[in-house]
């Protein structure tokens, strides 16, 4: 934890208080006493519910004896997909914009409540076509196009669970997820564009369902055509079948199912501690009702605003920021399909300026990224129209924040630095602008009901100041019922530290105000861009070549990414650790798992360093990758080790 401490030390020495202007204040959704109503935990929760289409009223609000009973809305019956859609077209929203998309080459498709209702029902019944029944699980792999957005909610509307794995992964990723869900059709494209170039999907996914016996259908999507360069997309006849052709004699009118409260609405795989991906479940009801406020509080969402939350639906943040909570809100959201820096490093820029984004929702590593571009390029752009910001995916330095509040908000905009997980499904430790003063670098306070605490080894609640785990010690709608398959391993990792309360797995410190402060995870999980990735996944792929024999992986600081890999290697005999065998590993894991996972540097060794029982020390891998002085290194087997080891590190360097 030495890290975090230093990181915590720094953080605390930073006492710029910024309040809520009136001007905010006084129109915005929530006002300081929503955290007295909230002293209701279940009428709280009613009356949200209540805000939204149920088919079935529930019986009982919650049941909650954790793992093993995790219940909202007991006897409820709703459908996401009508409260994302059908809802609105039935009142003055009908012909209100519910996505306006951009895609990178520049074109532009708005789609209004109506047409949302009408694309969804139409893909709805083309996969009732398919043979898609309730309970039967969709994989999607898409670029950010609507028909992304639309194959979400069409799975809702029919009961199928979808299970959307991000686009940027590889086909063996791919392969893993379609298989631990056993999905029966996988909804794709022929590709996506991200800078300049083609990302080529299909031919992904033409790799991955090599080994894939659930897989019956592959609707595609033409996104890009043939026109462009080494493009191919090959149809397997009977199998694979082009989403425009599928679509063109399917019928609008779709009656949506009706799901229980209960009843899965998706899976959605996260990196753990170990090696094997997680399948986070989310079920219907409480996930909906979770997301729907807290998109209304925290973002403050008002009828004529346009929300842009630049997260790719293929990670929570997209299933939540994207999809389910404004849609849920009747909200107008901004979807862009490319990268920020195409053609040039102004785009989003000049997209907020276009649209005149009111909300703006993104990652730490993106601002940090803008900061070295330079204040020139949002300087040339108009971005008087935001009015709030918002962050997510990891802890955000407080100069970044400050950036962030003076050259994107122009000093005006209220920041909401939002903490939260995949397995929380919304977001749990925010502040509520209008309402709470933020703090640069501090989630701030846990949203109204949500019980967080930081607790010691003991369980015991630590003092103000001292870091501990996070936990939350109540229930909150929208939390995962269970891990898909595996609820031994639901148990271990978030319940068996402390019974009955949810760990984290983050460090957190707590103010004198009772606020947040985030401090990185306590596992071997890296958080690289605001994306997860365990360390013992990239491990089982770099061992998985031919010539390592071991490896370790830790993460190191990074100044864009947040933090970055670094890979220790031994090799087998008769293999050398040359530029070229470290570009091959690195490519290596590309193409197991995906870019993200591409090791930053990597280090040959001739030995790591173990205790005596054979436990690699990551600790002091990590000490030597920050150049710090060691700890503790009596438990190691050969103190020897270490010294070689860091000699090649500062080689390396
Ligand atoms: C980290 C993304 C600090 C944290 C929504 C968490 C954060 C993990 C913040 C979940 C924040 C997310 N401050 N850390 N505001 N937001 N994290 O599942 O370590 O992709 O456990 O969900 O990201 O990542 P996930």
């Given at each position: 934890m030495e890290t975090t401490e230093k990181t915590i030390d720094a953080l605390l020495e930073e006492n710029r208080v910024f309040e809520p202007s009136d001007e905010f204040a006084s129109q915005?959704?929530?006002?300081?006493?929503i955290y007295d109503e909230a002293e209701d935990f279940e009428g709280f929760w009613a009356r949200m519910a209540e805000e939204l289409h149920w088919y079935r009223m529930w019986d009982k609000v919650v049941e909650y004896d954790p793992p093993a009973v995790i219940r909202w809305f007991i006897g409820g019956r709703l459908n996401a997909s009508y409260n994302c859609v059908d809802r609105h077209v039935a009142g003055p929203k009908r012909n209100k914009a519910a996505i306006i998309w951009e895609g990178e080459l520049g074109e532009e498709r708005v789609l209004t409540y109506w047409d949302l209702y009408r694309e969804v029902g139409k893909f709805a019944n083309v996969l009732k076509g398919l043979g898609v029944k309730k309970g039967d699980r969709v994989a999607i792999y898409m670029p950010m196009i609507p028909e992304l957005p639309i194959a979400l909610l069409a799975c809702a509307r029919i009961g199928a669970p979808h299970s959307v794995v991000f686009g940027g992964f590889s086909a063996e990723a791919l392969r893993e997820r379609i298989n631990d869900a056993e999905a029966k059709v996988i909804i794709t494209a022929d590709g996506g564009y991200r800078r300049g170039g083609v990302v080529q999907l299909k031919k992904a996914v033409d790799e991955a369902l090599q080994m894939t016996p659930t897989v019956t259908d592959v609707v595609v999507v033409k996104r890009v055509g043939d026109d462009v360069e080494g493009m191919v997309c090959h149809m397997q006849e009977g199998r694979d079948h082009w989403w425009h052709e599928l679509g063109v004699d399917a019928k609008t009118k779709c009656e949506p199912e009706e799901m229980d409260a209960e009843d899965m609405l998706y899976i959605l795989y996260t990196s753990g501690s170990t090696g094997k991906p997680k399948g986070i479940v989310h079920t219907t009801g409480g996930y909906l009702v979770g997301t729907y406020t807290t998109f209304k509080y925290i973002f403050d969402n008002k009828d004529d605003d346009v929300f842009w939350c630049t997260a790719d639906i293929g990670w929570v943040t997209g299933h939540s920021y994207v999809v389910y909570g404004p849609l849920a809100n009747g909200a107008t959201v901004v979807m862009y399909e490319g990268s920020p820096d195409f053609p040039d490093r102004g785009r989003w820029w000049g997209t907020i300026e276009k649209y005149g984004v009111t909300v703006l929702y993104t990652a730490p590593t993106a601002i940090r990224s803008f900061m070295k571009w330079g204040t020139e390029w949002p300087a040339k752009y108009d971005l008087s129209s935001l009015r709030l910001l918002g962050s997510v995916g990891e802890p955000i330095n407080p100069e970044a924040w400050m950036w962030y509040h003076k050259?994107?908000?122009?000093?005006n905009c209220p920041v909401a630095d939002t903490w939260w997980q995949t397995e929380t499904g919304m977001i749990l430790i925010t502040p509520l602008p209008g309402a709470v003063a933020t703090k640069p670098g501090s989630a701030t306070r846990p949203f109204p009901t949500v019980d967080a605490d930081v607790f010691d080894e003991n369980g015991d609640s630590v003092p103000v100041g001292a870091g501990g785990n996070l936990v939350v010690k109540k229930a909150w709608p929208s939390m995962t019922r269970t891990l898909y398959k595996d609820p031994e391993r639901f148990k271990a990792v978030y319940w068996s530290k402390y019974p009955g309360v949810y760990l984290a797995g983050d460090g957190a410190k707590r103010d004198e105000d009772g606020y947040f402060w985030l401090l990185g995870r306590i596992d071997d999980v890296i958080n690289i861009s605001g994306h997860r990735m365990s360390t013992m996944e990239v491990e089982s792929a770099l061992v998985d070549h031919q010539a390592v024999a071991e490896s370790a992986v830790i993460g190191i600081p990074h100044e864009i990414k947040g933090e970055a890999i670094a890979a220790f290697v031994i090799l087998k005999d008769g293999f050398d650790g040359t530029m070229q065998m470290e570009k091959e590993l690195k490519s290596h894991v590309r193409q197991k798992i995906?870019?993200?996972?591409?090791?930053?540097m990597i280090i040959f060794i001739a030995e790591l360093p173990k205790t005596r029982s054979g436990k690699i020390m990551r600790r002091l891998l990590r000490d030597v990758a920050a150049g710090?002085?060691?700890?503790?290194?009596?438990?190691?087997?050969?103190?020897n080790v270490v010294a070689e080891l860091k000699k090649k590190y500062e080689n390396e360097e």
């Open positions: 915005a959704n929530a006002t300081p006493e050259y994107i908000g122009n000093e995906g870019a993200i996972a591409q090791p930053e710090r002085a060691l700890g503790d290194t009596t438990t190691l087997a050969d103190p």
